[in-house]
């Protein structure tokens, strides 16, 4: 009998062979950017535990990533402003393609895919008229960008599938930049931030934006409830040491709501939001910040804060079953219950700002 490899090996000659799956990885449970002791940045795949499965290289520093539901294929996209999101077959570390903004646009970090797979989604920012668009590229195709249109604001940042109904919702951080001035921020002093509900087709299905006095609270990162509500993160640009809540959560139709707003231990979050998960049963949500050096879990019912765990440099967070998981720029993997912190992990890399579910 001839081995697994020459069966393979057989069927691919025929043409019969099964389409690869994410289980020819041994399954990993999650992804993140990282940057190597060496200054080399790649993108990783990290099983339930922790353990490093494989590591693919990035031009560049990496934020986030999406996984295609079926094949074992993931998009790094560039920390932003950046011009490139590279396509990787997983199993072997090959790049499949990249992808590259049209001229007079940059892509902001974020992207995901349809749920069948076939478009990808990004964020990008067209710097010219400072116009947010979502762009929409055919994985079928190589990734062939086919069309695009407006996020609904400036600055989109983060982009989700809803759980509700077909379509995005998308954070519009309402910041405008340009990559001739890196990451200056041009407009604080009139920035509108919202939260965008998109049809497929660019269609505006509802919008959300903040009271007047938390108009430089920008709307970055998003987490997305079985039922459709949406949790997101902000990041505060106005004068710093201001006691400005930091997470809400929405439902398509209502008002946003503003957690733990009078609670005093927001500021430890020090202004800022960094990643954002609701937990798998849905009733708490968690949000790092690496300046602050914490993780905050809510009640999402009451918008009371529940518990506060310190680590340093903290800012990738996944729901686990148990609870949440979350990573730091000093290598540490920690998992994170409503009491406990326990050290998963530690690796000889500094992971950057996301940690991505996979499974």
């Known amino acids: 009998m001839g081995s697994r490899r020459q069966f393979l090996a057989g069927l691919l000659a025929t043409g019969l062979a099964p389409q690869a799956s994410w289980a020819d990885l041994g399954c990993p449970t999650y992804l993140s950017a990282a940057k190597?002791?060496?200054?080399?940045?790649?993108?990783?795949?990290?099983?339930?535990?922790?353990?490093?499965?494989?590591?693919c290289p990035l031009p560049d520093r990496g934020h986030a990533a999406s996984a295609h539901p079926i094949r074992p294929e993931v998009v790094g996209f560039a920390r932003r402003p950046g011009r490139f999101a590279d396509v990787i077959d997983c199993r072997s570390g090959t790049r499949l393609a990249r992808l590259t903004p049209p001229t007079g646009h940059h892509f902001y970090g974020h992207g995901c895919f349809s749920p069948d797979g076939s478009r990808l989604y990004t964020t990008e920012n067209e710097y010219g008229t400072s116009r947010g668009v979502i762009g929409v590229w055919d994985s079928t195709d190589s990734y062939r960008r086919i069309t695009s249109f407006a996020s609904g604001g400036i600055g989109p940042h983060e982009v989700l599938l809803r759980q509700d109904a077909p379509g995005l919702v998308v954070a519009n951080g309402g910041i405008q930049t340009h990559p001739d001035k890196g990451r200056d921020k041009l407009n604080l002093d009139t920035m509108r931030p919202n939260l965008s509900y998109l049809g497929f087709d660019g269609s505006v299905d509802d919008q959300i934006q903040l009271p007047d006095d938390l108009h430089q609270s920008s709307i970055r990162h998003l987490a997305m409830r079985a039922?459709?509500?949406?949790?997101?993160?902000?990041?505060?640009q106005g004068a710093p040491g201001a006691d400005v809540p930091i997470v809400g959560v929405h439902r398509p139709g209502s008002a946003p709501r503003l957690l733990a707003e009078d609670d005093p231990r927001l500021r430890n979050l020090n202004g800022y939001g960094g990643s954002l998960q609701f937990?798998?049963?849905?009733?708490?949500?968690?949000?790092?910040?690496?300046?602050?050096?914490?993780?905050?879990?809510?009640?999402?019912?009451?918008?009371?804060?529940?518990?506060e765990h310190h680590l340093n440099d903290v800012c990738g967070l996944a729901t686990n079953k148990s609870g949440f998981l979350a990573s730091s720029g000093t290598g540490s993997l920690v998992a994170l219950t409503r009491t406990t912190m326990t050290p998963l992990a530690q690796a000889n890399l500094r992971w950057d700002n996301h940690l991505i579910r996979l499974i």
């Open 36 to 55: 190597q002791s060496g200054g080399a940045y790649v993108l990783a795949g990290l099983a339930a535990q922790g353990d490093l499965l494989f590591s």
């Open 227 to 236: 039922d459709g509500t949406v949790g997101f993160a902000m990041q505060w």
């Open 279 to 307: 937990s798998a049963d849905g009733t708490t949500i968690a949000v790092t910040s690496p300046r602050g050096g914490v993780v905050q879990i809510f009640n999402v019912a009451s918008g009371g804060l529940l518990q």
